[in-house]
């Protein structure tokens, strides 16, 4: 509503005008005002096309009740507002409600039965509790089986699941979907989690018929034979030619006001007071037909099993004389599908409070429910299936191997990621060698081991790694930058050779003859 008013005033063409020989500046006539917000609805994605000119100046009549506008001379609230030339204005302040404030991100809504968790009634103080470690030697333990060693093992059951259990598992992964399909981060603002019965949800889905119509445990809830009745000739009208056709004019009327007579006196709405900030909210998703099919189908699981029983019905009939073309006209000015939703919207989506263009929302979702109902009223599958096995996988056995007595919550990966031949193989060839080079480096590095004991230990490394030795030592001359030579002592003067005598030059004989 807050964006409806603030476009209406953002955007209305203001202008002056003259009213008895006076003149008023920024204001508009009743009939402008009508033009313009009548264009506005049919383009929104809140309303449609569907909305007549009439709902639009029923609209501004509220608006001027609840001083949205105002009369030119600042008249409000009591005044009925006319499709005519009259001036209105504007007032200086905006009547916008607040914003609702989101309440704080709540990750579950309702937490689910742990098998930690004791019965109800029973103490937790005597429990001991110890802290367990996990290291690798009891992972070994636990995880064995991989390298083919199978270490006894027994089976422990289960904790039997209660039937409050496995209702509160419905109610809970139920509301978990409804949240994130609306895009929540609470559902709090749009419905009472604890006005929820899971005994609805589960009675819906399974105590359905072969044509998925909701089959009720308490008889005195169904509709009244003769409604029963009157909406079954009106689905299934024979032809023209079919000798059964009712022979005095007007029958099909009487008979289609003896329903909506029946409907439109419900107490409350099929679809509850309660569930009507929930639909509304659907209402938003319309552009994305597939995400309000499903929401559509989790809000309306919620519903009292008599509701859902009714509404299916109702909608059966509505589809199949909107789709009957020898259906004769059951009402003048109206085409069938016009008078569908008009007759029967109010009965099916209403607020306690009047709230305005409730009859708009109305009307939208009452023809987005006739178009697809076949979708809608069905249980969806996956919803279905995925609380289905979470209830089978908690009622399973467990398997428990030795030195492992306590439950441990292990840091299992998530997911694992394919990788190509080429990197496999050169994982294969070199992920091993990485931590033998760094033991390698290891040996190198250590500042305790003597020159020999160092030269001992990589010749053993060599012999035993020499495509790793070979990588980290290529050449000889960097494995000699390791073990630098030490400088040889000059040799000591002979101290017989100073002992002879000092012999001076002799020329020797000549060898020329």
Same mark, same amino acid.
Request: charged letters at 25%.
């Given at each position: 509503?807050?964006?409806?008013?603030?476009?209406?005033?953002?955007?209305?063409?203001?202008?002056?005008?003259?009213?008895?020989?006076?003149?008023?500046?920024?204001?508009?006539?009743?009939?402008?005002?009508?033009?313009?917000?009548?264009?506005?609805?049919?383009?929104?994605?809140?309303?449609?096309?569907?909305?007549?000119?009439?709902?639009?100046?029923?609209?501004?009549?509220?608006?001027?009740?609840?001083?949205?506008?105002?009369?030119?001379?600042?008249?409000?609230?009591?005044?009925?507002?006319?499709?005519?030339?009259?001036?209105?204005?504007?007032? *200086?302040?905006?009547?916008?409600?607040?914003? !609702?404030?989101?309440?704080?991100?709540? &990750? /579950? #809504?309702? =937490?689910?039965?742990?098998?930690?968790?004791?019965?109800?009634?029973?103490?937790?103080?005597?429990?001991?509790?110890?802290?367990?470690?996990?290291?690798?030697?009891?992972?070994?333990?636990?995880?064995?089986?991989?390298?083919?060693?199978?270490?006894?093992?027994?089976?422990?059951?289960?904790?039997?699941?209660?039937?409050?259990?496995?209702?509160?598992?419905?109610?809970?992964?139920?509301?978990?979907?409804?949240?994130?399909?609306?895009?929540?981060?609470?559902?709090?603002?749009?419905?009472?989690?604890?006005?929820?019965?899971?005994?609805?949800?589960?009675?819906?889905?399974?105590?359905?018929?072969?044509?998925?119509?909701?089959?009720?445990?308490?008889?005195?809830?169904?509709?009244?034979?003769?409604?029963?009745?009157?909406?079954?000739?009106?689905?299934?009208? *024979?032809?023209?030619?079919?000798?059964?056709? !009712?022979?005095?004019?007007?029958?099909? &009327? /009487? #008979?289609? =006001?003896?329903?909506?007579?029946?409907?439109?006196?419900?107490?409350?709405?099929?679809?509850?007071?309660?569930?009507?900030?929930?639909?509304?909210?659907?209402?938003?998703?319309?552009?994305?037909?597939?995400?309000?099919?499903?929401?559509?189908?989790?809000?309306?699981?919620?519903?009292?099993?008599?509701?859902?029983?009714?509404?299916?019905?109702?909608?059966?009939?509505?589809?199949?004389?909107?789709?009957?073309?020898?259906?004769?006209?059951?009402?003048?000015?109206?085409?069938?599908?016009?008078?569908?939703?008009?007759?029967?919207?109010?009965?099916?989506?209403?607020?306690?409070?009047?709230?305005?263009?409730?009859?708009?929302?109305?009307?939208?979702?009452?023809?987005?429910?006739?178009?697809?109902?076949?979708?809608?009223?069905?249980?969806?599958?996956?919803?279905?299936?995925?609380?289905?096995?979470?209830?089978?996988?908690?009622?399973?056995?467990?398997?428990?191997?030795?030195?492992?007595?306590?439950?441990?919550?292990?840091?299992?990966?998530?997911?694992?990621?394919?990788?190509?031949?080429?990197?496999?193989?050169?994982?294969?060839?070199?992920?091993?060698?990485?931590?033998?080079?760094?033991?390698?480096?290891?040996?190198?590095?250590?500042?305790?081991?003597?020159?020999?004991?160092?030269?001992?230990?990589?010749?053993?490394?060599?012999?035993?790694?020499?495509?790793?030795?070979?990588?980290?030592?290529?050449?000889?001359?960097?494995?000699?930058?390791?073990?630098?030579?030490?400088?040889?002592?000059?040799?000591?003067?002979?101290?017989?050779?100073?002992?002879?005598?000092?012999?001076?030059?002799?020329?020797?004989?000549?060898?020329?003859?």
């Amino acid at each position: 509503w807050n964006e409806t008013v603030e476009l209406f005033r953002a955007k209305m063409p203001l202008r002056k005008h003259r009213c008895r020989f006076k003149s008023y500046e920024h204001c508009f006539t009743a009939a402008e005002a009508v033009d313009w917000l009548h264009e506005l609805l049919r383009c929104s994605q809140n309303f449609g096309p569907e909305v007549t000119r009439k709902q639009t100046v029923q609209l501004l009549k509220k608006f001027l009740k609840n001083h949205v506008i105002e009369d030119i001379k600042g008249k409000w609230g009591q005044e009925d507002f006319e499709d005519n030339r009259h001036l209105y204005r504007f007032p *200086p302040s905006s009547p916008l409600k607040p914003y !609702p404030k989101k309440p704080p991100y709540q &990750k /579950d #809504v309702i =937490k689910f039965p742990e098998w930690n968790d004791p019965p109800p009634g029973t103490s937790q103080e005597n429990i001991p509790v110890r802290p367990v470690v996990m290291n690798s030697e009891m992972w070994y333990k636990r995880h064995s089986i991989a390298i083919g060693e199978v270490p006894a093992c027994r089976l422990v059951h289960r904790r039997q699941l209660t039937e409050a259990n496995v209702e509160e598992i419905w109610k809970s992964m139920t509301l978990s979907y409804l949240q994130k399909i609306l895009g929540l981060d609470s559902l709090e603002e749009v419905l009472d989690i604890k006005l929820v019965n899971s005994k609805f949800i589960i009675h819906n889905v399974y105590s359905v018929s072969k044509q998925g119509v909701v089959i009720l445990d308490d008889k005195s809830k169904e509709l009244p034979h003769w409604v029963l009745s009157a909406m079954k000739c009106l689905a299934n009208w *024979p032809n023209c030619s079919d000798l059964k056709q !009712p022979m005095y004019l007007g029958f099909e &009327k /009487d #008979v289609f =006001k003896t329903i909506a007579d029946y409907y439109g006196h419900l107490k409350e709405p099929l679809l509850t007071f309660h569930l009507f900030d929930a639909f509304v909210s659907v209402l938003g998703l319309l552009q994305k037909e597939k995400v309000a099919v499903e929401a559509f189908q989790i809000c309306c699981l919620l519903l009292p099993p008599e509701n859902r029983r009714k509404l299916q019905l109702l909608m059966r009939m509505m589809a199949r004389i909107c789709l009957n073309k020898e259906m004769p006209p059951l009402c003048d000015g109206f085409g069938t599908r016009t008078l569908m939703v008009q007759t029967f919207s109010r009965c099916i989506l209403c607020s306690k409070d009047e709230v305005d263009l409730d009859e708009l929302l109305a009307a939208r979702l009452v023809t987005f429910l006739m178009d697809n109902y076949q979708e809608i009223l069905k249980v969806p599958l996956d919803l279905q299936t995925s609380i289905e096995e979470r209830v089978a996988h908690l009622r399973r056995v467990q398997i428990k191997y030795p030195g492992a007595d306590m439950d441990i919550t292990l840091s299992a990966p998530s997911f694992c990621r394919q990788i190509s031949p080429e990197e496999f193989e050169y994982q294969r060839s070199y992920g091993s060698q990485e931590p033998l080079a760094a033991l390698l480096e290891e040996v190198i590095t250590d500042a305790k081991l003597s020159s020999k004991e160092k030269k001992k230990k990589l010749k053993q490394f060599q012999k035993s790694y020499p495509e790793v030795y070979q990588e980290r030592f290529p050449t000889p001359e960097s494995e000699a930058l390791l073990f630098p030579e030490k400088p040889k002592p000059k040799p000591q003067l002979l101290m017989w050779a100073l002992k002879k005598p000092f012999q001076p030059f002799q020329r020797t004989r000549s060898f020329r003859m």
